[in-house]
């Protein structure tokens, strides 16, 4: 069964960093473009950033400058380097990616369980 599996959320102060990481794990073939989502309570879901299988790069215009998209191909994983937190950055925050496997070959979106990250002092 292919996972899409996050960690590193967590409870951070203003101005601090959190790493979040994803693993993809299954009988993948090949991954696309893998993303970040949040979700904060009362809000809709929204992209924060993605990131191509050749590593270019997009972000949401609120957390540019801050937050860092990279993946790692051999390890089928993507993470999220954030710095400078902000308090509006709580949220609800998911993996995402498009994904071929042996049991489906047709490029097919997956999502992680997500991970809590909080920000606050």
């Known amino acids: 069964q292919v996972q899409l599996v996050e960690s590193g959320g967590g409870l951070e102060q203003p101005g601090g960093s959190l790493r979040l990481s994803c693993a993809a794990s299954?009988?993948?073939?090949?991954?696309?473009?893998m993303r970040w989502y949040r979700q904060a309570p009362g809000l809709q879901r929204e992209l924060v950033a993605a990131?191509?299988?050749?590593?270019?790069?997009s972000y949401a215009d609120s957390v540019k400058g801050r937050f860092t998209i990279s993946r790692d191909n051999a390890k089928n994983t993507v993470y999220l380097q954030m710095n400078s937190l902000k308090p509006e950055d709580t949220a609800v925050y998911f993996c995402?990616?498009?994904?071929?496997?042996?049991?489906?070959?047709?490029?097919?979106?997956?999502w992680g369980q997500g991970t809590q990250v909080t920000v606050s002092s």
């Open positions: 299954g009988s993948i073939l090949n991954i696309g473009y």
């Open positions: 990131i191509s299988w050749g590593g270019s790069t």
């Open positions: 995402n990616a498009d994904m071929r496997t042996a049991d489906n070959p047709s490029l097919t979106n997956y």
